[in-house]
């Protein structure tokens, strides 16, 4: 893949971004703060720099919440409670209703990476957000068509939901910075 900036550091920023979008938890601090450090380790050229400067605001944001609070705005947003769907689905088939769900399942299928080791299912958006990382480190040229294909049309209407329904900067901050990396790319 040509890009702008190394595969590396956009794998890793779109893990981290992966990692965003689970439950909070105490440890999940200590998780992004790694990756933004390894992540300031490949600043290679200006992009490289702004992509980390991003994952800081978020990582500033995630650490100047309480909580309680991201796990219950976590909760609000993402889980069923009363509804039998959550506000905001993190499956893919339900922010991309014309894509090609029979292929995307067969893809990951296919892929090397074990999706049982998640609570999440494998199609849904942070599952998604990692093997597109993954494809990104080992230089895959699949990565290309994965990315048009499933990432591209679903994550503006992914990040755009989350932006309006959330009361939480961070969560906010984390879809700004997704949107903005997608933007960025230049595959």
């Known amino acids: 893949m040509e890009l702008e900036f190394n595969n590396i550091m956009l794998g890793l920023a779109f893990r981290f971004y992966a990692r965003g979008l689970?439950?909070?938890?105490?440890?999940?601090?200590h998780e992004l703060q790694h990756m933004l450090r390894e992540a300031e380790k490949l600043i290679i050229t200006p992009l490289d720099n702004t992509v980390a400067a991003q994952m800081l605001d978020v990582l500033n944001y995630y650490q100047g919440e309480a909580m309680v609070d991201l796990q219950s705005e976590y909760g609000r947003l993402f889980s069923a409670s009363?509804?039998?769907?959550?506000?905001?689905?993190?499956?893919?088939d339900d922010h991309n209703p014309k894509g090609d769900f029979e292929r995307l399942l067969d893809d990951l299928e296919q892929s090397p990476l074990a999706f049982d080791q998640t609570d999440l299912s494998p199609d849904t958006i942070p599952n998604l957000l990692d093997y597109f990382a993954w494809l990104l480190e080992e230089n895959d040229p699949a990565g290309i068509d994965f990315f048009s294909s499933y990432l591209q049309p679903t994550i503006p209407v992914f990040t755009e939901a989350i932006y309006k329904m959330t009361v939480i900067t961070y969560y906010r901050e984390l879809a700004r910075g997704l949107n903005n990396l997608l933007q960025w790319i230049n595959i």
């Open 22 to 29: 689970q439950f909070p938890y105490d440890e999940l601090t």
């Open 82 to 92: 009363d509804n039998p769907q959550p506000p905001i689905s993190l499956f893919w």
